[in-house]
């Protein structure tokens, strides 16, 4: 009896270490285990898997969360920057002007608004109202006035660009290497035309401190906007990078931006026709109805309304 409790006893006790086992083994991960699960958890966020749900959530820590706001900040300021150089602003404190010149528009008005109120019979929230008006429009008229001087300053360069790529096609004719070339240009077009001359200056300028040339054209092509600078340090950087001649490269794009100006000349050409026919609707017209049918007008009324009889 005691034998079989012991047999039965020691079999009870296998099958329990057996099925903690089991349960151990089956139950814990290796470290390599948890460590793909994290993985995978962390590249598949939308996954319902039960591993990525036992993961906690964490949240934006506030360090995070500031520097993203930092990074929006110094990206409005880079734009305010940029919009102020493609307009012609180089000063460092270009954008704190721009700023007090908005907030100065915005003031104004609105004490212009309550002295005229003080003075004069006009109810204050009119005169408030109608400066607050004025206020909006001098806030924005800013904006309007840097891209108006933008497109000013890219037309000059569009019209001055092909002559100094004429200049520079002879100077690289001769001989003379691209940077001395561009520097050349600066110095033979300051009369001609002056602002592209000094873009060209800070060109070579650049190019002394250490960037490539088109690096530089690269950067003078951001100054400006322009789509035709781009495609020069294109140019440029592919007749460096795979030796071509860069006699031939600025050659054919010298006369790709002449073909260019004229077509635009006759681009504006033929505009001028469709554009005419607004003066000559509302200036001209009114008046040759006057002239023509003033008189017939006049004898029409002294015969009808006033009675006299046609002699």
């Known amino acids: 009896m005691i034998g079989e409790f012991g047999v039965l006893s020691w079999i009870l006790a296998s099958g329990t270490l057996s099925m903690l086992l089991v349960l ?12 793909i699960l ?3 958890a962390t590249r598949s966020p939308d996954s319902t898997s039960q591993p990525h749900r036992e993961l906690p959530l964490r949240s934006e820590s506030p360090l995070s969360l500031n ?27 270009s954008s704190r002007w721009l700023i007090a010149i908005r907030i100065v528009s915005m003031i104004v008005p609105l004490l212009m608004g309550w002295f005229i109120s003080q003075v004069t019979t006009i109810p204050l929230a009119t005169s408030l109202f109608l400066a607050l008006g004025v206020g909006l429009l001098g806030m924005l008229a800013p904006s309007f006035l840097l891209d108006a001087k933008k497109k000013a ?3 000059r360069i569009r019209r001055s660009l092909p002559d100094a790529m004429d200049v520079l096609n002879v100077c690289l004719e001769g001989g003379v290497s691209l940077p001395s070339s561009i520097s050349r240009v600066s110095q033979e077009l300051v009369s001609a035309h002056p602002e592209l001359a000094l873009e060209l200056a800070i060109v070579d300028r650049e190019t002394r401190m250490g960037r490539t ?21 294109a140019v440029i950087s ?5 030796g071509a001649s860069v006699v031939t490269a600025i050659d054919v794009f010298a006369e790709s931006m002449r073909l ?20 000559t609707l509302f200036c001209i017209f009114p008046v040759l109805f006057i002239v023509i049918m003033g008189p017939a007008a006049i004898r029409i009324y002294e015969v009808l309304v006033v009675g006299n009889p046609i002699k």
Do not use: N
């Not at 151990?24 to 390599?32: D, E, K, V």
């Not at 504006?268 to 554009?275: E, I, L, N, T, Y």
């Open 24 to 35: 151990l083994l089956t139950g814990r991960r290796s470290p390599a285990d948890e460590r």
């Open 38 to 40: 994290q993985l995978s």
């Open 213 to 233: 040339v088109a690096e530089s054209v690269r950067s003078f092509a951001d100054r400006f906007d322009l789509e035709e600078l781009r495609s020069l340090a």
């Open 153 to 155: 300053r890219q037309q």
């Open 260 to 279: 260019k100006r004229m077509l635009q000349a006759e681009t504006k050409a033929q505009q001028a026709v469709v554009k005419v026919i607004f003066p």
């Open 67 to 93: 520097l993203k706001r930092r990074l929006a900040t110094d990206k409005k300021k880079q734009e305010h920057r940029d919009r102020l150089m493609q307009a012609g602003f180089y000063g460092q404190h």
């Open 238 to 242: 592919q007749a460096e990078r795979y």
